[in-house]
């Protein structure tokens, strides 16, 4: 039974890696966006679309974003490619009430840098680690489903020290073979907006297949989205109540 006011939900995603590498068109073969819209799609309360890097305005226009609830948002090669007045319009509609969810490399999204104002950077390997993925926050909604801990067989490693501002929630850290350990699902405010970062997701490893890493995206969809926007008024503004109006 479909909800009667689902979330709109809008998968954004540069595509590239499949175009061009095709280890990866092999997991991915129709994109990372579509493996992970086709499993939202199986919840009624979420209504899912995509956009890509090269549409036209990257395919997020000002009605579009301001009819999204949620935005997912995965980059890596092309960060460099998003135009300026894209960024400050999802960094605008996230503080008016939009959520975000940054997946993997996506730390380093002009979106995300912006909305952090940190320089985002941290370490990092490609060697086939296994990573273990801890919930440090049992309860909280964003691991709804997940026991105490997800296995990722092969995943790039992100190490600390993650220059970003001191989370709000620390959801889920990461511990990895070679003995780093990494601040792997975490949350903001910004404005109205909540704000979810979420570590895997390399594109040459089948992080977007694995149910528990696809149940935790879903979970941030109904726990950042607001439904809606806040009014926000700024400038002068004259007390009309003083004067008895």
């Not at 899912?48 to 890097?53: K, N, S």
């Not at 009605?63 to 935005?71: C, I, K, Q, V």
């Not at 997912?72 to 009430?97: K, S, T, Y």
Request: aromatic share 10%; charged share 20%; hydrophobic share 40%.
């Amino acid at each position: 039974m479909s909800d009667s006011n689902p979330i709109r939900v809008l998968i954004w995603h540069e595509y590239r890696h499949e175009k061009v590498n095709p280890a990866v068109a092999a997991i991915y073969p129709d994109g990372m966006h579509n493996a992970i819209a086709r499993y939202l799609a199986t919840d009624a309360s979420l209504v899912v679309e995509t956009a890509t890097l090269d549409e036209p305005g990257h395919g997020l226009s000002p009605e579009r974003l301001a009819n999204t609830d949620l935005l997912i948002w995965w980059g890596h090669m092309a960060h460099g490619e998003v135009a300026d007045p894209v960024v400050d319009l999802v960094a605008g509609e996230v503080h008016r009430g939009m959520g975000a969810v940054f997946l993997h490399s996506a730390h380093f999204s002009k979106p995300f840098k912006k909305l952090m104002g940190t320089g985002c950077d941290l370490k990092w390997r490609e060697a086939d680690d296994r990573e273990i993925l801890w919930v440090t926050r049992p309860g909280h909604p964003l691991v709804d489903g997940i026991d105490d801990h997800i296995v990722l067989p092969a995943e790039e490693m992100y190490g600390e020290f993650f220059d970003i501002p001191e989370p709000e929630q620390t959801v889920m850290i990461s511990s990895f073979s070679g003995g780093e350990v990494f601040r792997s699902l975490m949350t903001w405010t910004r404005g109205a907006g909540r704000v979810v970062y979420f570590r895997p997701g390399h594109e040459t490893y089948p992080s977007y297949h694995h149910e528990g890493v696809l149940r935790v995206i879903r979970n941030a969809c109904h726990w950042a989205a607001l439904r809606g926007r806040v009014i926000q008024r700024f400038g002068r503004h004259d007390m009309g109540w003083v004067n008895g109006a």
